[in-house]
Nanobody
């Protein structure tokens, strides 16, 4: 059974930075996709960034975070990271990590539609950005 554990959330002032981590366990094969999503009460969950971990790695970023957020993966630790810079108050949310075998349709498709294609989810980590 795949398990995901997020960490690294917290409170920061606008313009600040945080780094989230998502440790995966239970995979019996290498090469899977991991994504970061965020959700605030009353809003749909939205994809933030994603990465494919095997072979030729690909990355996905939502337009709203391009140039400010960076996703990476440490194969030895089976851990994905989301470096978030220049954070904005409207990015206050619960951030979730998700994972699954990569789809042949591509990472962008997996990251769409609120992430419903991902079966494995972490418990979430809160990010609060104050103005």
């Amino acid at each position: 059974q795949v398990q995901l554990v997020e960490s690294g959330g917290g409170s920061v002032q606008a313009g600040g930075s945080l780094r989230l981590s998502c440790a995966a366990s239970g995979y019996t094969y290498s090469g899977y996709c991991m994504g970061w999503f965020r959700q605030t009460p009353g809003k749909e969950r939205e994809g933030v960034a994603g990465i494919s971990t095997g072979g030729r790695s690909t990355q996905y970023y939502a337009d709203s975070v391009k140039g400010r957020f960076t996703i990476s993966h440490d194969n030895a630790k089976n851990t994905a990271y989301l470096q978030m810079n220049s954070l904005k108050p409207e990015e206050t949310a619960m951030y979730y990590c998700a994972s699954d075998r990569c789809s042949s349709r591509g990472l962008g498709v997996m990251m769409g539609d609120t992430g419903r294609r991902f079966p494995y989810w972490g418990q979430g980590t809160q990010v609060t950005v104050s103005s």
